[in-house]
């Protein structure tokens, strides 16, 4: 079956960096749109970035110029690098594989706090 896993996420300060990885399997990973969301306390799941097999990337304009997705079709994984972090990136991001049903990870933490 599939399986997304993420890893990466904690404690960060204001102006750090995090990168999250998503291992996938179960899947042929580069039929796969693979993407990040995350959901912020009190508010609803928003998209983060996509990125599809061809490496073409959709990146949501509240994190544009501070986060970058990128995959490694070779060992099935895709990666979030947040850079300038900001408190109000505090959520809980979710790795996805969209190929017209979307498949979720389990989610890892990211706090960004003095």
């Known amino acids: 079956q599939v399986q997304l896993v993420e890893s990466g996420g904690g404690l960060v300060q204001p102006g750090g960096s995090l990168r999250l990885s998503c291992a996938a399997s179960g899947i042929i990973f580069t039929f796969y749109t693979m993407g990040w969301y995350r959901q912020c306390p009190g508010k609803q799941r928003e998209l983060v970035a996509t990125i599809n097999g061809g490496g073409f990337t959709n990146i949501a304009a509240s994190v544009k110029g501070r986060f970058t997705i990128s995959r490694d079709n070779a060992k099935n994984t895709v990666y979030l690098q947040m850079n300038s972090l900001k408190p109000e990136d505090t959520a809980v991001y979710y790795c996805?594989?969209?190929?017209?049903?979307?498949?979720w990870g389990q989610g890892t933490q990211v706090t960004v706090s003095s």
């Open positions: 996805t594989a969209d190929r017209g049903v979307v498949h």
